[in-house]
């Protein structure tokens, strides 16, 4: 078994998304229902852990609130300023379908901690890998402004910390989040000592964010690299994803870090994506990493929640996730995973396959 760290705080439970932070959005004929990004999403894989004893076999960490010098280097002052006023207001909007309540503020601020916690746990040799239970997400936030339900960019600040306080070299960042992660990409656009690595799906969201040909800039040129997949992208595209982009990527960048952006909303019963995943495949992406990690950087590797929106489903990703980062033998019996990878499609469909591979093209850029 591995020392796996689990960061979680319930603070982050706590913020409030609004009423109205759904698609569309309510007005006219669009009855008001209820956020798409609800606490219960995250705090049900909290309790499936526990009940199936997994959480016992983890090591528990809980991380302090971001401090403002850690979000300075990736949030603009003004931003946080503004962010600051409508979380004391109780109410304001941070950018696109990214509604602010009560004290919305500190618990981004506690969220983004929980990844400086995980990250910081495993640089110092306390855990061999770790999980961070985030929330508000973090990849679509901008330095400027909120976006698609995110206030701080989780990983974009730790990131930097941990450049900043332990002289942190190459990291890789994988996010397989079923939206794109414009807020990531945009906060190591021109660096070459982050790799920046998106499967998504195509033009989703944000609308013209993630292509192909966004590659980076600068000493950043190829650094960057989007697989925007095609609607109905299942297990077949994604295992091939990662085998053909994502880990020949990793063994020619050499990171000393990788990070996931751990979004399940590429799952097949989740309401904001169309892609076919079982939670079986998630497992499945993360012994991948984790023997890249064992290979590459000593085994660090560090997952931080993102996206995923079936309260019944996400808890059963999570687990599988974590489950394969600990070495665990504890499961916890997913009743729709056999029938959803029998659905149609779920092997490589041709036209997936010719996207994956112009995606693998790109790899000559990494040095």
Same mark, same amino acid.
């Given at each position: 078994?591995?020392?796996?760290?689990?960061?979680?705080?319930?603070?982050?439970?706590?913020?409030?998304?609004?009423?109205?932070?759904?698609?569309?959005?309510?007005?006219?004929?669009?009855?008001?229902?209820? &956020?798409?990004?609800?606490?219960?999403?995250?705090? *049900? $894989?909290?309790?499936? @852990?526990?009940?199936?004893?997994? @959480?016992?076999?983890?090591?528990?960490?809980?991380?302090?609130? &971001?401090?403002?010098?850690?979000?300075?280097? +990736?949030?603009?002052?003004?931003?946080?300023?503004?962010?600051?006023?409508?979380? /004391?207001?109780?109410?304001?909007?941070?950018?696109?379908?990214?509604?602010?309540?009560?004290?919305?503020?500190?618990?981004?601020?506690?969220?983004?901690? %929980?990844?400086? &916690?995980?990250? #910081?746990?495993?640089? *110092?040799?306390?855990?061999?890998?770790?999980?961070?239970?985030?929330?508000?997400?973090?990849?679509?936030?901008?330095?400027?402004?909120?976006?698609?339900?995110?206030?701080?960019?989780?990983?974009?600040?730790?990131?930097?910390?941990? %450049?900043?306080?332990?002289?942190?070299?190459?990291?890789?960042?994988?996010?397989?989040?079923?939206?794109?992660?414009?807020?990531?990409?945009?906060?190591?656009?021109?660096?070459?000592? @982050?790799?920046?690595?998106?499967?998504?799906?195509?033009?989703?969201?944000?609308?013209?964010?993630?292509? $192909?040909?966004?590659?980076?800039?600068?000493?950043?040129?190829?650094?960057?690299?989007?697989?925007?997949?095609?609607?109905?992208?299942?297990?077949?595209?994604?295992?091939?994803?990662?085998?053909?982009?994502?880990?020949?990527?990793? #063994?020619?960048?050499?990171?000393?870090?990788?990070?996931?952006?751990?979004?399940?909303?590429? &799952?097949? $019963?989740?309401?904001?994506?169309?892609?076919?995943?079982?939670?079986?495949? +998630?497992?499945?992406?993360?012994?991948?990493?984790?023997?890249?990690?064992?290979?590459?950087?000593?085994?660090?590797?560090?997952?931080?929640? /993102?996206?995923?929106?079936?309260?019944?489903?996400?808890?059963?990703?999570?687990?599988?996730?974590?489950?394969?980062?600990?070495?665990?033998?504890?499961?916890?019996?997913?009743?729709?995973?056999?029938?959803?990878?029998?659905?149609?499609? %779920?092997?490589?469909?041709?036209?997936?396959?010719?996207?994956? /591979?112009?995606?693998?093209?790109?790899? /000559?850029?990494?040095?």
């Amino acid at each position: 078994m591995r020392r796996t760290g689990f960061a979680f705080h319930e603070h982050c439970m706590w913020h409030d998304g609004g009423p109205c932070s759904v698609f569309p959005a309510p007005g006219g004929h669009v009855q008001p229902a209820g &956020a798409a990004e609800h606490p219960e999403t995250k705090r *049900r $894989l909290r309790n499936l @852990v526990e009940m199936t004893g997994l @959480v016992d076999e983890l090591v528990s960490l809980k991380g302090a609130p &971001a401090e403002e010098a850690d979000l300075r280097r +990736f949030h603009t002052r003004d931003y946080l300023a503004r962010l600051a006023e409508m979380s /004391e207001l109780g109410h304001g909007e941070a950018g696109e379908c990214a509604p602010v309540g009560r004290d919305s503020y500190a618990i981004a601020r506690r969220s983004a901690g %929980q990844a400086i &916690a995980a990250m #910081e746990a495993v640089l *110092r040799g306390d855990c061999d890998n770790a999980y961070a239970l985030c929330r508000p997400p973090g990849h679509h936030a901008e330095p400027d402004r909120g976006r698609g339900f995110c206030l701080l960019g989780n990983i974009p600040v730790a990131v930097k910390a941990m %450049q900043a306080r332990h002289g942190l070299g190459r990291v890789a960042v994988i996010d397989w989040d079923v939206h794109h992660g414009n807020g990531t990409q945009r906060a190591f656009w021109d660096s070459d000592e @982050v790799l920046t690595l998106s499967l998504h799906h195509d033009n989703n969201y944000p609308l013209g964010s993630g292509s $192909l040909e966004e590659r980076g800039e600068g000493a950043g040129y190829g650094y960057n690299l989007n697989v925007p997949l095609p609607a109905g992208s299942g297990i077949g595209a994604y295992l091939a994803c990662m085998e053909r982009v994502v880990l020949p990527a990793l #063994e020619r960048f050499r990171p000393e870090l990788i990070v996931v952006a751990c979004g399940y909303d590429a &799952a097949a $019963l989740d309401p904001l994506g169309c892609m076919l995943l079982d939670s079986t495949t +998630f497992g499945r992406m993360t012994r991948m990493l984790v023997d890249a990690a064992g290979d590459l950087c000593g085994g660090r590797l560090v997952m931080v929640h /993102e996206g995923g929106y079936s309260q019944g489903y996400v808890p059963f990703c999570g687990h599988a996730v974590i489950q394969a980062l600990a070495d665990s033998t504890i499961a916890a019996e997913d009743p729709a995973a056999a029938e959803i990878a029998q659905w149609g499609q %779920q092997s490589l469909q041709p036209h997936q396959a010719a996207l994956i /591979e112009r995606a693998a093209a790109m790899l /000559e850029e990494i040095g």
